[in-house]
Nanobody, 125 residues
């Protein structure tokens, strides 16, 4: 599956952004999806993941209550709504796909084989 992320930009602390990821090439509903981020000098980390049907979601503690992951299998898209943004949310955000129709989701990036190109989110203080 090919992935194309969009929606990044510059926002002030406390603001909101919505990231989108469009998938093509394979049956989108056969994939669990995830959003990951990588800040300069840091490891890529999981932000949020969602099961193939949207029934299960998993969030990093640092974004719980602020970010919401969702998907639309009819449109082959997964989104990340980010509210109450903080400077520490600044990173390149990647969407990723994992072939799975399980209701269980995993956050470990090693299980995700398809990656989008990344979109930069910058939060100013």
């Amino acid at each position: 599956v090919q992935l194309q992320a969009s929606g990044g930009g510059l926002v002030q602390a406390g603001g909101s952004l919505r990231l989108s990821c469009a998938a093509s090439g394979r049956t989108f509903s056969e994939y669990a999806m995830g959003w990951f981020r990588q800040a300069p000098g840091k490891e890529r980390e999981s932000v949020a993941t969602i099961s193939w049907n949207g029934g299960t979601t998993l969030y990093a503690d640092s974004v719980k209550g602020r970010f919401t992951i969702s998907r639309d299998n009819a449109k082959n898209t997964v989104s990340l709504q980010m509210n109450s943004l903080k400077p520490e949310d600044t990173a390149v955000y990647y969407c990723a796909a994992r072939f799975s129709r399980s209701s269980t989701v995993v956050a470990d990036k090693k299980y995700y084989r398809s990656w989008g190109q990344g979109t930069l989110v910058t939060v100013s203080s």
